[in-house]
């Protein structure tokens, strides 16, 4: 399977709290993107970061990259109760097939 | 406002029982993508669009079939709906591959 891996499955914390989640792949890539979704909802494009690039940073998001390991991290920085939703990484590969391979999602919950 | 808009938002069909799910944006764009999403799992793709370009996925089993009439519209059918095909189906756009993707709210199936 071409899918990355997320990491944690899941993560609880309380409001305020910074919250960190990983995500692995497994193949060259163009780009790599980070997606929300609320419960019931489509997913939500938040930030996208290039294979050249190392970090980014939108708001209260901080996005790294690590290509010789080929992972990434989103930070969301003092976190509200309105974060809480699945936040799911996706690449796009370098072959030139139009599509994203989604990774396996972390599931967010932010405790008021 | 510009938007990915999925209809119905719930779909209740019988076992076998032919379904269209249907989808329309007005971002103009290039690509739209058809995914299934199950239970606390990521969105899998089963096919795209590029303009009039159909591109299916490998897995996607054949009971699956989509058209796109023209650049804003874009259908789902499935022909004879199992009970393992209930599931969360999400259209999404992009102005290139590769792009950020906009997903409407997506239409839950369901079969009797």
């Known amino acids: 399977s071409q899918q990355g891996e997320e990491d944690p499955q899941a993560l609880s914390i309380q409001e305020g709290e910074n919250a960190t989640m990983n995500c692995s792949y497994k193949?060259?890539?163009?780009?790599l993107q980070w997606y929300r979704q609320n419960s019931g909802r489509g997913l939500v494009h938040l930030i996208l970061?290039?294979?050249?690039?190392r970090e980014k940073h939108s708001g209260r998001l901080r996005v790294t990259l690590d290509t010789s390991k080929k992972s990434s991290s989103l930070l969301i920085t003092a976190s509200r109760a309105a974060d809480t939703a699945s936040y799911f990484c996706?690449?796009?590969?370098?072959?030139?097939?139009?599509?994203?391979?989604f990774g396996t999602g972390t599931r967010l919950t932010i405790i008021p | 406002d510009a938007m990915v808009i999925q209809n119905p938002r719930y779909q209740v069909t019988q076992f076998g029982k032919p379904v269209t799910l249907s989808c329309s944006q007005t971002?103009?764009?290039?690509?739209m993508y058809w995914y299934q999403q199950k239970s606390s799992q990521a969105p899998k793709l089963l096919f795209h669009?590029?303009?009039?370009?159909?591109?299916n996925e490998a897995d996607t089993p054949d009971n699956f079939q989509s058209r796109r009439p023209n650049t804003s519209f874009c259908f789902l059918d499935i022909r004879s709906p199992g009970l393992g095909d209930a599931a969360m189906y999400l259209c999404?756009?992009?102005?290139?591959?590769?792009?950020?993707?906009?997903f409407g709210d997506g239409t839950r199936l369901s079969i009797l």
């Open positions: 669009y590029y303009d009039k370009d159909f591109n």
């Open positions: 193949t060259s890539i163009n780009n």
């Open positions: 996706a690449t796009e590969d370098n072959f030139g097939n139009e599509k994203l391979t």
């Open positions: 999404a756009t992009s102005r290139e591959g590769g792009e950020p993707q906009h």
């Open positions: 970061i290039r294979s050249n690039e």
């Open positions: 971002l103009n764009h290039n690509v």
